[in-house]
């Protein structure tokens, strides 16, 4: 076609933008209104020349550019086809696109320009914001404004990227500005600010942040105004599924960070802006919240059990979407509402619970005996199995117990951990498995942290002792962080004494906090050791009604870093450890016999790993530990046995307990605060993996 033929060359249309871009800020200097409106945004540094930012004026006469750009050997075709020009219809002269605006060149991933936003100046342009339109070299769904500038100019900074996602470019030159300031600090992450040219927020727009800043933390900072929580509805579907880390901020009411800069010192606002980001979902509640009370579908939530309902309704999905922020959510809606949080938790399960109709979390897979065990590949990614050690010298091998870990490693690689550590003099070994709670890097951190500083404890104490090790130093290491950025994870830990009076020559002890569970046989039934620290777990104690696979199944109560731990003793053996993602993918049948039936518990392990992998994306871990004197009695029934909690209560206040010498069964430990914890409950406002 002849359109497609005097279509000039992208690299023409590269250096037309390029031209342009140097007129428009050579032409800066002599606009008093383009001084005056980067001085009222706190942006006037963007005006050097130098600056890699190249903000620009372009004039009111209709073909200043034009002409310039003729006069450097550019044809008609190329200023029309970069977007700059147009011809005029009836004159058929080339006139100026962009005319009394302040230019903000867009840049590519490689900061070529290939086009303009611009801010008109002179108060009569129907369109405040101006943008090039579609060429070939500008497709506005595939570019955000500041990133290219950003990537060839990095901001200073240690750690994962946090990128904040602001709605235009005097915001994004604003929180450049403070990022800068920022950077001042002595070990900060390195602080990117980008805008969309011209569109919402689009998926192509955060794939091209993930490729080239993978592991960002994606913040949304929208002005604070109704369009600014417009932006943010529109917006969340696609950025709540973000892979890593994604949070909100809620700036005040009327103002953007350009406006902020205006008010304030870089650091102030920077810091403002900072103590304000929330997780995402935290954020889009609020604003339903303050949605339902503006168009009057709520108006007093605490006299009308019907306002109460319908709140519920608008933000369950939202908890369900935070990873690690239930507990906060429910508080903040309960201030936003007027109401306790533990109500709003309570209300929110049976809200979600009363849409979906059906059991929630992971479709268990088909109904099928357990596979037999090959070594022939399986689809996706590979078990890793860590094998048994030779006995230590000194130890009866009848004192020792074997173990296997294997893990399924779906799109969360790395969220899990499992450490063993065994003492040869004493013959104790203590495992300690860890699960982080959401999809961030942090998570990942949080597990290891856990599971290698409880095991280290536990070897020299008790597991309780452990936790109670592990929670003080995760929550020191996080001292000071934003909630947003600090891990969190459930822990379980186990210990195995050799001891001569239990049948198989070895006992157990058990910690946890969270819902990773322990398995065993007995009597011929698969019986669960732990109790999950979960709302469904606490309001089945509490004598209420419970749908299996709700969504309070997925609401923690507890984990490593606050609430209760539990602790329990065990004669018996084989165990089973497993992360949720473990016992939601897998029935209890099947694990009951694979646990009854183990002869190899590295194949076994393999094998439920494998199984997971192909019912679950989640990153699971299995733990089997086998006395070796004990094989395992043949399962006669797949019920599963209700767990048995020897004790609840604050880490520290059972820290020095232990079960030396205690019988057959658990024994009836107790202290003060975990019988203040039975008698009162806890909040159930949780935490969801």
């Known amino acids: 076609m002849p359109s497609e033929r005097l279509t000039p060359p992208p690299e023409r249309l590269y250096a037309v933008n390029a031209a342009a871009a140097q007129f428009y800020v050579s032409r800066l200097p002599v606009s008093r209104k383009a001084a005056r409106y980067l001085h009222s945004h706190g942006i006037s540094a963007t005006a050097d020349p130098t600056s890699p930012w190249q903000v620009g004026y372009a004039p009111g006469r209709w073909t200043e550019l034009a002409t310039q750009l003729r006069a450097a050997g550019f044809t008609d075709e190329e200023v029309t086809g970069a977007g700059l020009g147009f011809i005029h219809n009836r004159s058929g002269h080339l006139l100026d696109r962009f005319r009394d605006r302040l230019m903000f060149p867009i840049t590519d991933a490689h900061n070529r320009v290939v086009g303009f936003t611009a801010r008109d100046l002179s108060g009569r342009a129907d369109a405040k914001w101006l943008n090039t339109p579609e060429t070939a070299i500008y497709r506005k769904r595939l570019l955000l404004y500041g990133l290219g500038q950003q990537l060839a100019h990095r901001p200073a900074g ?92 809620r700036l005040p009411k009327g103002q953007d960070p350009a406006d902020m800069l205006g008010d304030m010192d870089p650091v102030w606002a920077i810091s403002e802006i900072i103590g304000a980001v929330q997780p995402l979902a935290q954020v889009q509640m609020a604003n339903t919240i303050d949605r339902l009370f503006a168009t009057k579908r709520i108006t007093d939530p605490v006299r009308f059990v019907e306002d109460r309902i319908t709140a519920y309704r608008a933000i369950a999905e939202l908890f369900v979407d935070a990873p690690h922020a239930t507990r906060d959510m429910a508080e903040a809606a309960a201030e936003q509402l007027g109401l306790a949080a533990t109500d709003v938790a309570r209300g929110v399960i049976e809200a979600w619970s009363a ?29 890793e199995v860590s094998t048994p050690s030779s006995p230590p010298h000194g130890v009866a091998e009848s004192d020792i117990t074997v173990s296997a870990t294997a893990h399924s490693t779906g799109g969360r690689a790395g969220a899990t951990a499992a450490i063993t550590r065994h003492d040869a003099g004493s013959g104790t070994t203590v495992w300690a498995l860890a699960d982080g709670i959401g999809r961030h890097a942090q998570a990942a951190t949080a597990a290891q942290m856990a599971a290698d500083i409880a095991a280290t404890v536990s070897m020299r104490s008790t597991p309780a002792a452990g936790l109670h090790a592990a929670r003080a130093a995760i929550n020191a290491f996080y001292g000071g962080v934003h909630a947003s950025q600090a891990g969190d994870a459930s822990l379980l830990v186990v210990a195995a004494y050799p001891s001569s009076i239990h049948r198989h020559g070895v006992r157990f002890e058990l910690a946890w906090a969270g819902d990773c569970r322990a398995y065993t046989i007995r009597a011929g039934q698969l019986a669960q050791v732990t109790a999950d620290h979960t709302a469904a777990r606490q309001r089945h104690d509490q004598g209420e009604r419970v749908t299996p696979g709700g969504i309070a199944e997925l609401l923690l109560t507890s984990s490593i870093r606050v609430g209760d731990i539990s602790v329990s003793p065990l004669d018996e053996g084989p165990l089973l450890l497993c992360t949720n993602g473990v016992h939601r993918a897998i029935p209890e049948h099947q694990l009951a016999a694979e646990l009854a039936g183990m002869s190899d518990a590295d194949g076994t392990a393999s094998r439920l790993a494998r199984m997971v992998g192909q019912h679950s994306a989640r990153d699971s871990t299995v733990l089997l530990i086998h006395p070796r004197s004990a094989p395992p009695s043949r399962v006669t029934t797949t019920k599963t046995a209700s767990a048995a909690v020897t004790a609840s209560g604050p880490p520290g206040a059972l820290a020095k307990i232990s079960f030396v010498g ?6 009836a430990v107790t202290t003060p605060e975990s019988e203040t914890a039975r008698r009162h409950g806890r909040s159930s406002a949780g935490r969801r993996r």
């Open 662 to 667: 205690a019988g057959a069964g658990p024994a």
């Open 355 to 383: 849409r979906t109709d059906t059991p929630g979390g992971t479709d268990p897979p088909p109904d099928t005996a357990a596979p037999p065990f090959t070594a022939e590949p399986s689809e996706g990614p590979p078990a």
């Open 158 to 249: 240690i750690g994962d990227p946090i990128v904040f996602v602001v709605e235009g470019a005097a915001d994004v030159l604003a929180m450049h500005r403070m990022a800068a300031a920022h950077a001042a600090i002595p070990e900060t992450q390195p602080l990117y600010a980008v805008a969309p040219c011209g569109t919402n927020l689009t998926r192509e727009q955060l794939d091209l942040i993930q490729q080239t800043l993978p592991g960002a933390h994606l913040i949304l900072a929208f002005d604070g105004d109704e369009a600014g929580r417009r932006a943010t509805d529109r917006v969340y579907p696609i950025a709540s599924r973000w892979p890593g880390q994604v949070s909100g901020v």
